[in-house]
């Protein structure tokens, strides 16, 4: 699912979201962004900076901090890395209509490595069904595990934290730390500031 799927789904001349630069450069330092998306389901999505796209899964709960949850994670399209800073309102009738935050942004490092001790490429460990990343966000740090539990059209993976520094069980920043680390405003906010209406 490419840039060119992306786009089909959105009118550029409606929405404010980024179309994307035809050639993105492949950058050294790789982002992550989760968005928190307030469109017809409530979801967040996880984004990560992969091959100079940002591969994405829907996250109907949000991230974890608990190694014990484990959290649906549905993949859609790569979007633009542009995307990463992207907070506003989709407007009325396009594809994910509904206000967007930047609700956890940062870097992220691969944490998985061969037997030589060689650093295996993200998009390798995606293609293989499992991932394994080190996310540095405001909200959300540690390690975090991404595994492909269904293939084909009903494709679906699990997100769970790793147990390590980052975890915590008591902690639920999902919902009480909701707002943008880009703006500081909450869902609310943003709609009432940007929203047509
Ligand atoms: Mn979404």
Known sequence: MGREAYRR???FSRTPEPRGADMPSESEKRRFVIHEHDASTHHFDLRLEVAGVLRSWAVPKGPSTDPREKRLALPTEDHPLEYADFEGVIPEG???AGTVVVWDAGRYRNLKV??????VPVAEQLADGHATVWLEGEKIHGGYALTRVAQGEDERWLLVKMDDEGADARRNPVSTEPTSVSTGRTLKEVADEEGDA
Do not use: I, L, N, V
């Open 9 to 11: 789904k959105r009118g």
């Open 114 to 119: 061969d037997d030589d001790g060689e650093p």
């Open 94 to 96: 396009e594809y994910g």
